[in-house]
């Protein structure tokens, strides 16, 4: 080392664990279990339990670099996995339960997960895949709704038999920590391995007051999935600064979201705007029954977030901050803050609180055109989103067939279709798979998506890509009405008129029950062009429009 530099501490989700306990020990971890009654320890308590589960793994065979599953929602033990597992020397492999069974078996076998920690409510998920995972040597239930079966190891049991201290050994800080798999829905899904390195660089980050700013202080939500991109990140950094961590178990639902954002006094809370979506129809059916006002911030991410949430929610007294990222991102890239003389307050303002805003510290963001151009920041010029960073991937784990997605440059080719203004806002318009483009044109889906969802009587609205015989394609609308409200195609035409151009405008619209999701929450405009999307030619079947 020479004279006058630092010591170079390795950068390690060890850390966090220990800093929890020697400095927040009283601090407290909240979980909802599935009778609804809370359970309640401290970050001493938790350093100790993820002791215990560290040597229980151990025990079992688990050596570095071994991929520990895990198949549970949001709640203390999984928290626990997501130390115990990396701080071991392992790697913690989050599996999304709301996949289908062959997906899982596919996404288990091609990671070799060893032992897979699961809540008993999803042992019926699991029996529909284990047979076909032969890497899979134990189970460990987490018997949240009643007895352990036979052939598998009780969670609690065991760590009842274990010790609650333990030597944690050395890792490398460039060791993998953290797998994800993206969802594949434009092929067989990819592995993102996140390091010790990353994954701490990316928790600093979060706890920056121009990013999401989360402190010692907070008391922080996460709605969005343990299986979802590492909960955005936010688990991590609670533990990582000591903020008292809420967790709502299998109920997302607007009422359990808003009952523990009361009961808790909830600071910070993230998720994709469907649940946010849901909450706000939940304030605004019944004004002034629910207490909010210890929300500081709402974290909105995974899909394009209407103007009308954004006021909707402030109006209730719960400030939004919209972000962007990717699996491959690790996840968060971006957030959205009004700089100085930006913030407003006037609808400028919330046009640009709906942009996806500018990268964060650390990461830099591009986008060029079909030939790799770079493009000018204008604010209007639209062409491919591409990241790179310190916690974005550079490839995926043992999956070369994606090696497209990553320049000879070192960028990541996001698939999004954006535009970056003068200021380095991003706005994305759309994924590269969901564009229309109508005679040589592009639409913007999500700039339709979002004024739709702005009218009174629409709930939720996807655009996508019709098929037409003169212009190849047209944008067809899919909406869901609230409860109880009723209107008609010609008036969604007239809501959109004034602010887009005629041949932007939706040739039908299609008005649906539900709209098909994704595991993580975002439409499925692939499944609604299979379904619809000869509808142009082959006439009209898009149902009515009452509510």
């Known amino acids: 080392m020479l004279p006058g530099l630092m010591m170079d501490a390795p950068l390690t989700l060890t850390h966090f664990l220990h800093r929890a306990e020697r400095l927040f020990p009283t601090r407290e971890v909240v979980s909802r279990r599935p009778d609804g009654s809370l359970h309640r320890y401290t970050y001493a308590d938790f350093h100790r339990r993820a002791a215990r589960l560290a ?74 895949f284990r047979a076909e995972v032969p890497s899979l040597e134990q189970v460990i239930v987490v018997a949240d709704d009643g007895p352990t079966p ?41 592995g993102v391995l996140y390091s010790h390195r990353s994954t701490v660089l990316h928790t600093l980050m979060v ?12 008391v922080v939500l996460p709605v969005v999935p343990m299986f979802h991109a590492n909960a955005w990140g936010t688990a991590h950094a609670a533990v990582g600064f000591g903020a008292k961590l809420v967790f709502a178990g299998r109920d997302a639902s607007p009422a359990a979201v808003l009952d523990l954002i009361e009961r808790e006094r909830v600071t910070f809370a ?14 605004d059916a019944h004004p002034g029954a629910r207490d909010v006002r210890s929300v500081r911030r709402v974290a909105i991410g995974g899909a394009a977030c209407p103007p009308s949430l954004i006021e909707g929610l402030g109006r209730h007294g719960m400030p939004v901050q919209t972000t962007w990222g990717m699996t491959e991102t690790n996840p968060v890239a971006t957030v959205c803050r009004p700089k100085v003389g930006l913030d407003t307050g006037d609808a400028a303002e919330l046009a640009l609180r709906a942009k ?66 003068p200021q380095g806002y991003i706005h994305i318009t759309d994924r590269s798979k969901d564009v229309i483009k109508s005679g040589g044109e592009w639409i913007s889906t999500q700039a339709l998506e979002n004024a739709l969802m702005g009218h009174p009587a629409v ?45 932007w405008l939706p040739d039908d619209y299609l008005f649906l029950p539900e709209i098909p999701r994704t595991s993580t929450g975002k439409f499925k405009k692939l499944e609604l062009r299979a379904r619809h999307g000869r509808h142009l030619i082959d006439g009209p079947a898009g149902g009515s429009g009452g509510g």
């Open 459 to 503: 709930l939720e609205a996807a655009v996508f890509a019709g098929l037409h015989e003169k212009w190849g394609e047209r944008p067809l609308a899919a909406v869901v009405l609230r409860p109880g409200h009723t209107t008609t195609r010609e008036q969604l035409a007239a809501h959109l008129t004034p602010d887009f151009p005629r041949w």
């Open 150 to 190: 036979e052939g598998t190891l009780d969670y609690e049991t065991c760590l009842a038999g274990e010790p609650d201290t333990r030597r944690w050994p050395d890792v490398d800080e460039r060791a993998g920590a953290l797998l994800c798999y993206t969802s594949g829905t434009t092929g067989a899904p990819k």
């Open 356 to 421: 996806q805003g500018y990268v964060v510290p650390f990461v830099e963001q591009r986008h060029v055109d079909d030939d790799g151009r770079k493009l000018a920041w204008d604010g209007v010029t639209m062409g491919e989103l591409e990241v790179r960073g310190p916690w974005v991937a550079a490839s995926y784990f043992r999956s070369p067939e994606g090696a497209d997605r990553f320049t000879a440059d070192g960028w990541f080719r996001t698939g999004d279709v954006v535009t970056i203004d």
């Open 270 to 283: 993230a998720a994709v705007p469907t649940v946010w979506l849901g909450v706000l129809a939940e304030l």
């Open 55 to 128: 040597n229980l793994l151990e025990r079992l065979g688990v050596r570095r670099g071994d991929r520990v599953a895990t198949l549970c929602w949001n709640h203390h033990q999984h928290l626990e996995a997501y130390f115990a597992v990396p701080c071991l020397g392992a790697v913690l492999h989050t599996l999304n339960v709301r996949l289908h069974p062959g997906e899982l078996a596919y996404i288990a076998r091609h990671a070799e997960d060893r032992v897979l920690i699961v809540d008993r409510s999803l042992l019926p998920l699991l029996d529909g």
């Open 207 to 218: 706890g920056l007051e121009d990013t999401m700013g989360l402190g010692h202080r907070d």
